[in-house]
C-alpha cells in the first residue's frame, strides 16, 4: 500500500508484534479480515527468548497454531535454580501454576509445561501465515480517533485508515492508550541483557532442556532489589541456549549502545568468582549483547473506546517473571475471537472482551511485580 492513500478494512490492528499478529492470525482463521499496521520498517532477528505455557498452546490449536508452534519451541524439563558463585543445584523443580505464583486463579494451583522460544522464530511463524498485502509495514501512527459508527488512524506516512474495529498493540509505550488511560510508563529500574551461544559449550551432564537460573542474591541487596542473576533456556531445537544476564537496580548501563553492550562493563557487575559455565558462555556469544529494560506501568483501568480496543503490553504489560507476556497476549487474541463470533464487529464484542480480560490480567500483573525468586522457599516447596 502507498502512502497518502485512504482505505477502509474490517479490522485495523496497530502494531505486528506477538499480540498483533497472532490476533490478526486468529481472526483470518475466522474468516474475518484483518489488516495489520506495523511501525518497523521490516521483521527481522529482534528481541530474545519468550516462554508460552501449555493454557495459551491450547488457544493457538484453534487456529492450527500448536503444531507448528511446537515445531519452533522446546518442552521445558521444569526449572533448575544453581547458585551463581558455585553452580551448585539448590533446587531442581517443575513450574508452579498461576494460581500458586499469587495470581487469582484456584483452576491453576498445581504445576505446568512451559516452551521456551525466540521471539523472531514465532514471529516469524506468524507473518507467513497473513497474506503480504494485508501486513504494512513502516506505519507510525500519529493520531487515532472514532466513533460509535468506525475508527480511523492516520499514520506519520500520510496514510489514513479507517475499520469498523480497531485493535491497538503497540506495545508498552503505547501512544494510543493515552486514549483510554494515560497513567505513563515508567523504568523499572531492572534491565534485561540478551545474547545467544551454543549449546555444545554445556557439559555432558547439564543437558540444555531446561530453564536455569542462576541465582546471584549474595552479591547484591535482596531486600531493596538490587542484584545480579543470570537465566538460559534452550532454543532452535535445543542447539542453542539464550542467555539473559539480569540486572536488578543499580548499573542500568543507560548510557550504553542497547544494542552492543561492552563486555567489560557488563562484567563489573558480576563477581570474579563465579560459575565458570556462566563466563563460558558469555565469552563465547554468538550474537552481541543488547539491553532490554523493563518498564512498569498500571493495567489500563480502561480497554474500550467506541469501536477502539486496546490489547497485549498496551493494556496490561508485566514483568517476566511468570512468562506470561506472551501467554496473555495469545489469550487476548483467543477471547476477541470469541466475542466477535457472539456479538459481531462492534462495540459490544469489545466491552465483552475487557469485562473478561481486565480483571484476570491485573491479578497476574501484581503477582509478577511481587514475585522474588526465593531458593529456599522454592526448595521447601519441592520437597
Known amino acids: 500500500m502507498s502512502s ?39 521483521y527481522g532477528n529482534v528481541g530474545g527468548h519468550l ?37 551448585q543445584v539448590i533446587v531442581t523443580m517443575p513450574f508452579p501454576d498461576l494460581g500458586a505464583l499469587g495470581v487469582k486463579d484456584d483452576q491453576r494451583m498445581g504445576t505446568r509445561v512451559c516452551h521456551s522460544f525466540l521471539r523472531s522464530d514465532y514471529l516469524q511463524l506468524l507473518v507467513d501465515r497473513i497474506p503480504s498485502d494485508h501486513l504494512h509495514t513502516g506505519h ?55 545474547t545467544l551461544c551454543s549449546a555444545e559449550l554445556l557439559p555432558a551432564d547439564m543437558p540444555n532442556d531446561r530453564m536455569r537460573f542462576w541465582d546471584g542474591w549474595k552479591f547484591g541487596d535482596k531486600a531493596n532489589h538490587v542484584g545480579v542473576h543470570v537465566l538460559t533456556v534452550p532454543v532452535r531445537d535445543r542447539r542453542f541456549v539464550s542467555v539473559d544476564l539480569q ?6 548501563l543507560e548510557d550504553c549502545n542497547p544494542a552492543d553492550l561492552p563486555y567489560d562493563r557488563i ?28 518498564w512498569d506501568r498500571p493495567v489500563a483501568t480502561k480497554w474500550v473506546d467506541q469501536r477502539i480496543a486496546i490489547l497485549g503490553d498496551a493494556a496490561h504489560s508485566m514483568r517476566p ?10 489469550h487476548d487474541a483467543g477471547e476477541l475471537v470469541r466475542q466477535f463470533a457472539a456479538h459481531g464487529l462492534g462495540h459490544a464484542a469489545l466491552k465483552a472482551y475487557e469485562a473478561v480480560r481486565l480483571p484476570y490480567t491485573q491479578s497476574i500483573v501484581e503477582a509478577a511485580k511481587k514475585l522474588v525468586v526465593d531458593p529456599k522457599a522454592w526448595k521447601n516447596k519441592a520437597q
Open 321 to 330: 517473571n511468570l512468562g506470561q507476556g506472551a501467554c496473555q497476549s495469545v
Open 4 to 42: 497518502k492513500q485512504q482505505i477502509h478494512v474490517d479490522v485495523a490492528i496497530i502494531g505486528g508484534g506477538i499480540g498483533g499478529l497472532t490476533t490478526a492470525v486468529a481472526l483470518r482463521h475466522a474468516g474475518i479480515d484483518a489488516h495489520v499496521f506495523e511501525q518497523a520498517p521490516a
Open 247 to 252: 540486572f536488578m537496580g543499580g548499573d542500568q
Open 51 to 87: 516462554t508460552m505455557d501449555e493454557a495459551a498452546i491450547a488457544v493457538l490449536a484453534r487456529w492450527g497454531l500448536d503444531a507448528p508452534f511446537r515445531q519452533v519451541a522446546c518442552e521445558l524439563a521444569g526449572m533448575e535454580i544453581k547458585d551463581l558463585e558455585t553452580g
Open 140 to 194: 507510525r501512527l500519529a493520531d487515532l480517533a472514532g466513533d460509535d459508527q468506525r475508527a480511523t488512524a492516520t499514520f506519520d506516512n500520510g496514510t489514513q485508515v479507517t475499520a469498523s474495529v480497531m485493535l491497538v498493540a503497540d506495545g508498552v509505550r503505547s501512544k494510543a492508550r493515552a486514549m483510554f488511560d494515560n497513567s505513563p510508563a515508567v523504568v523499572a529500574g531492572h534491565t534485561i541483557l540478551r
Open 267 to 294: 562484567m563489573k557487575r558480576y563477581p570474579a568468582a563465579m560459575d565458570p559455565i556462566v563466563k563460558r558462555m558469555v565469552d563465547a556469544r554468538l550474537e552481541p549483547i543488547t539491553a532490554h529494560a523493563l
